[in-house]
T-cell receptor
């Protein structure tokens, strides 16, 4: 069964460094998402991406963050100048299309630790 | 702003019991609702998706219901097993693309 994959599974970085989290969505899906979950807190929406542009973003998704689909398969989240409070599990998700009834499929997550 | 609440926060039951997890949301203008399972330190596994026009969905021992007008959903787990131990998350999708999640119910099934 097709699945969303994410790399790395765990990333440790120093405060102020840039990190890139990578995702490979399910191959025929058109909508891509990033969510994050700070330890002990709810899963929070960051951004959605469709047709090579951001379709929606939350207040959390400020200028520190950016997303890109550099090729036909990868979807990346870049965090510039990481802060301690960026430590969280980051989940990528994808869905088949623009219809809002479609299910979102989540990857296993990347645990980001900022020291 | 949509808010999703899940009750109880934690639940411990003996193996074999049937149980109900509750989810409520403040804005009834939703497209669908998803129930997820999350094992410790792991990703989110989608269990059931209920469209706004549906009343319930079933998958194996799981049955999810939706009452959109009252802003409630329940996840019923029949004949619980120790392998069902996990955190169960409810998420609603309103206008736009994002899912809004509840804090989850931590379930422990004792053998």
């Amino acid at each position: 069964e097709p699945e969303v994959t994410q790399t790395p599974s765990h990333q440790v970085t120093q405060m102020g460094q840039e990190v890139i989290l990578r995702c490979v969505p399910i191959s025929n899906h058109l909508y891509f998402y990033w969510y994050r979950q700070i330890l002990g807190q709810k899963v929070e929406f960051l951004v959605s991406f469709y047709n090579n542009e951001i379709s929606e973003k939350s207040e959390i998704f400020d200028d520190q963050f950016s997303v890109e689909r550099p090729d036909g398969s990868n979807f990346t989240l870049k965090i510039r100048s990481t802060k301690l409070e960026d430590s969280a599990m980051y989940f990528c998700a994808s869905s088949p299309g623009q219809v809002f009834s479609y299910e979102q499929y989540f990857g296993p997550g990347t645990r980001l630790t900022v020291t | 702003k949509q808010e999703v609440t899940q009750i109880p926060a934690a639940l411990s039951v003996p193996e074999g019991e049937n149980l109900v997890l509750n989810c409520s949301f403040t804005d009834s203008a939703i497209y669908n609702l998803q129930w997820f399972r999350q094992d410790p330190g792991k990703g989110l596994t989608s269990l059931l998706l209920i469209q706004s026009s549906q009343r319930e969905q079933t998958s194996g021992r799981l049955n999810a219901s939706l009452d959109k007008s009252s802003g409630r959903s329940t996840l019923y787990i029949a004949a619980s097993q120790p392998g069902d131990s996990a955190t169960y998350l409810c998420a609603v999708r309103g206008y736009g693309n994002k899912l809004v999640f509840g804090a989850g119910t931590i379930l422990r099934v004792k053998s």
